[in-house]
């Protein structure tokens, strides 16, 4: 227990000295870092918006394209209704506020009016009671339907939105949930935005602004889109516009998509494996890799089209079936433009247009005084924690001092790495890692006490408190531990950031608490028994 390989010393003090250096930047001026030589670390800790403010935008979501998007779900839902119902249609399509419905036979007109209810969805709570309809379907003369909005759906559509929305916003501004950043609702249809540490919104209204909806349509197989212009487009299809100079300027693709960019479970940028430019691989879920699947496997040598934000960013020739629910999107990419759309696609997609109605900066939410009375308060706390230490336990409480020193700045280190913004809560976690790292060196030495009352030798009564403590101290963090991924988990904003810190801190605290101060225990005993005859006596 109490011997230490070479290479097992070497491996904790190079450990040491890491984070150490990456703390190190934290302490000097950006125009210090700039000097420092290309190898050492200069990122620096971002402290959160309570501490030093942010960016702030204000965002609000295009309600008509919420309207627009449902009516053309609601125009697909009638269609596909009336297909499985198997009565023809003469026309269907989104006009106004309503989709419009035109039957080939209007003597069918009872069975389609039936079918059409179906699409009508009762609002509100089942336990609690129906509030109304999402949608009313009235009937005209001649076989001819009209479905309607009504003003108590679309409010619900657009509160859906809106939340979907700020889970997607989250997404691509925080995707680890550690920056601290403020994302809520205001209002009916406004998304407040904050990110500390931001002052040039720029390229976080980019990151934030493009919906990124992608699609996959079919190719209409005769008719090109200069064609379909000259003449009538035909029912079902629309022509799109598409973004690369070197193909067609406009496509005739079937409007309904085979499938959506819903169904991808992971983007990564990459590069294709003959050319070596930069694309953007992705993964569908079980449902989009049989549909993809399917349609690839029936028009092999045909192309198809791949739709981001209503333009055709690329339209490939079908070579084989593609099995397996993998595949890559290229177009005009760089790496940049790739990563930033992975992104976008991993988040997934706005469910509206988002914009920008107020953009600026703001101060820190806690004022100079409070975080300068914090600044003492930690000074204080931090020395009074190191006298007590020492009173009590002497050489020993040295030890543990240097490894509070040690968990403090492997802490930090490790914030600083995961782009971790220091909040008040932040904090908090920060000071409860200490106090739990003092808590284990406490039981290890009272231990320490028990078995040299117990009669045992020195070296025995620290091999048996460093061994046996350790499953108490294992115990307790580990309960923290639970308590700290269940925060993260269900928690949001500071409640994540006290749990991050206090995660850190619970993984530094084992290893600084019991591993580093057990190797200076180590060398202690090495240099004293060749100073001391006798039998050895503990300063604890």
Known sequence: MLQFSRWK????????????????????????????????????????????GGAHLLYALDVDDVRKDWLDALRDSARQHLKE?????????ATGNAVEVRLAKPEDADAAFKALRQLVQPLGNPLLGASGNDVEVHRGEAGTFTITPTEAGLRQRTSNAVSAAIETV??????????????????????????????????????????????????????????????????????????????????????????????LTSARAGFEPRTGRPVVDF?????????????????????FAVVLDGKVISAPVIQTAIEGGRGYIEGRFTVATATKLAIQLESGALPAK????????????????????????????AIATIVLTVLVYGTFGIFACVGLVVHGALTVALMTLMGSA??????????????????????????????????????????????????????????TLACALVMFWLGAGPIRGFAVTLTIGICTSIFASVTVVRLLVTWWLASMRGRTKGPLTLPV
């Not at 550690?178 to 209204?205: F, H, Y």
């Not at 988002?354 to 900066?361: I, P, R, S």
């Open 422 to 479: 220091l909040t008040l809560p932040g904090i908090a976690g920060l000071v409860l890692g200490i106090a739990m790292a003092v808590d284990a060196n406490v039981l290890v030495y009272e231990r320490i006490r028990e078995e040299l009352r117990a009669g045992k030798t020195a070296i025995a009564a620290i091999q048996a408190g460093f061994t046996r403590a350790f499953v108490t101290i294992a115990d307790s963090q580990l309960t």
């Open 283 to 303: 993964t569908f879920n079980p449902t989009g890799a049989r549909q993809f699947a399917r349609f690839t496997r029936a028009h092999v040598g045909a192309p």
């Open 170 to 263: 989250r997404r691509r501004v925080d995707p680890n949930g550690t920056a601290e950043s403020t994302i809520v609702r205001q209002g009916d249809d406004r998304i407040l935005v904050q990110v500390p540490g931001l002052q040039d919104t720029a390229a976080l209204k980019e990151r934030i602004g493009e919906t990124a909806r992608l699609s996959f349509h079919e190719v209409h197989p005769t008719l090109s889109a200069k064609q379909a212009k000259a003449g009538r487009i035909p029912p079902g299809y629309k022509i799109y516009p598409t973004t690369d100079s070197t193909e067609e300027a406009e496509l005739l693709l079937r409007e309904t998509p085979v499938v959506r960019g819903d169904d």
């Open 85 to 93: 119902a198997k009565m023809a249609v003469s026309a269907v399509g």
């Open 354 to 381: 988002l914009t920008v109605v107020n953009e600026g900066t703001v101060g820190p939410s806690l004022g100079s005084d409070s975080i300068a009375a914090g600044k003492v308060a930690g000074i204080v706390g």
């Open 9 to 52: 010393q070497a491996t904790i003090l190079l450990t040491c000295l890491l984070g150490f250096l990456l703390v190190l930047p934290n302490f000097l001026s950006q125009q210090t870092l700039s000097h420092w030589p290309g190898w050492l670390p200069r990122k620096q800790l971002t402290l959160g918006l309570d501490l030093q």
